[in-house]
């Protein structure tokens, strides 16, 4: 016998299955889940295969599996005829002429104009349902989006218990309007506690990133984290100071009193949308001024990596301190608008979901673009409540569908709605196994560790 390895015979080797077929298997598979995820049956507490049965017997299957066979025999023959990279090719003149106009300062400034136009206009037109969604859910997201994208996309920090800050910010206004069962010597108007709020997570950042910020990666990640769950039991355990599960109510709507102009915010939600669209101007123009800075710059060399910047002398922890700094105040302006909107809040108001949710808006939107992490955040608030008003998909499934929409965007587009050009030149080096695209990685492909 010879040392060399038996050949396997022929009848007994594997044969791998076509990848074709493969793929068509991958969409009948989504069609069966979307026939899955439109039925209306509902299940019951001895019969939990109700819903499947249901299903999988309609006519809604038959449908959905055709169109899942239709897309796929699309697909099978734009890949076969190479129409993909043809097209690539015939249209790489038009889309860099596209990308220049789109990079051009006043494109950017005209379409901004466009989108405040369209902020301060649109929703006189819209209903009372979503003009309440407006104010109550994107308003209120999208501002805690911009401060995560300071922590997240700009420092590259991956804070898990970003919403306890939001949390301190509306306990601190509920505190200083005298609604907490421990009362301070005066009350104030809740303008002038945004600015308290401001300072107080401000100051709350700094207590949490101090002994903490030397860490990187997953362990400062689970801090974050163990932080939410302290300011959460402090809320709950405190009664007599927040008022425990109760929470607290009575809290006053926003109002200005001033040389005989007195007008109140009540339950109209479209004096809030516009306080709103004036507090995220005023964050948007700020920040994008500090984004180009020195302070921008070094948060900069930080995401890219934290030890070369350290080598070349830029202080990492004091960068990385004031980011956690400005991104808490962000969210503590959030917590006021919210409280006072709202009126009441308790510590279910701030559970730590809500934490991811504001961090998959920065990703869908883009990390360390502005204008993206505003857009990815109003529309993934705004979605689910266009799926509940038009009753498209059971109000139980809709988080099923919102998560559907965040894996398909990272397949097809990992960079994000409207990336930021670093960001969108990271994944392209990437994607040429020059660099790393992760930007809170600890040691970058290309590099040794």
């Not at 019951?44 to 055709?66: F, K, M």
């Not at 926003?254 to 040389?259: A, R």
């Not at 990492?316 to 302006?333: E, W």
Request: glycine share 10%.
């Amino acid at each position: 016998m010879s040392g060399g390895a038996t050949p396997v015979p022929a009848a007994r080797r594997r044969r791998r299955v076509p990848a074709p077929l493969v793929r068509l298997g991958g969409w009948l598979a989504a069609g069966v889940l979307l026939t899955v995820l439109t039925s209306t049956a509902q299940g019951t507490p001895t019969d939990h295969l109700l819903v499947l049965r249901e299903s999988l017997g309609s006519a809604a299957l038959v449908r959905w599996s055709a169109a899942a066979v239709a897309v796929w025999a699309l697909l099978e023959v734009w890949r076969a005829r190479g129409l993909g990279p043809d097209l690539a090719r015939r249209t790489t003149g038009v889309r860099a002429g596209w990308r220049r106009i789109a990079e051009r300062r006043l494109t950017r400034r005209l379409f901004l104009l466009a989108a405040a136009v369209a902020a301060i206009v649109l929703p006189r037109f819209a209903g009372e349902f979503y003009q309440r969604v407006l104010v109550d859910q994107v308003a209120v997201f999208v501002l805690l989006a911009v401060g995560l994208n300071v922590v997240v996309g700009w420092a590259g920090l991956l804070d898990l218990g970003y919403v306890a800050f939001f949390a301190i910010g509306a306990y601190t206004c509920a505190f200083f309007t005298r609604a907490l069962p421990v009362k301070p010597p005066f009350a104030l108007n809740p303008f002038v506690v945004l600015p308290v709020a401001v300072v107080v997570c401000l100051l709350a950042g700094l207590l949490l990133g101090a002994p903490t910020l030397r860490l990187r990666g997953d362990y400062l990640a689970i801090v974050t984290l163990a932080f939410h769950g302290i300011v959460q039991l402090f809320l709950v355990n405190k009664d007599t100071w927040t008022g425990g599960n109760q929470g607290a109510g009575g809290i006053p709507h926003f109002s200005v009193h001033v040389d005989g102009v007195h007008y109140a915010w009540g339950l109209d939600s479209l004096p809030y949308w516009y306080l709103f669209i004036g507090m995220l101007t005023v964050v948007l123009l700020l920040f994008s001024r500090l984004e180009h800075s020195k302070v921008g710059r070094a948060w900069t060399a930080v995401r890219e990596d934290e030890v070369a910047a350290a080598a070349t002398g830029v202080p990492t922890v004091r960068y990385k301190l004031m980011a956690f700094a400005i991104g808490a105040s962000v969210s503590g302006l959030s917590g006021v608008l919210y409280a006072s909107r709202i009126g009441y809040i308790n510590p279910a108001s701030f559970p730590i979901v809500l934490s991811i949710s504001v961090l998959s808006y920065v990703i869908f939107g883009g990390m360390g673009s502005l204008i993206g992490v505003v857009v990815g955040a109003a529309l993934l608030t705004f979605l689910p409540a266009v799926f509940q008003q038009q009753e498209l998909v059971r109000q139980e499934d809709i988080p099923i569908w919102i998560g559907g929409i965040l894996v398909v965007m990272m397949i097809f587009r990992s960079q994000g709605l409207i990336p930021s050009r670093r960001r969108r030149r990271e994944l392209g080096l990437a994607a040429q196994g020059i660099a790393d695209a992760d930007a809170m990685s600890e040691s970058p492909e290309g590099r040794s560790p």
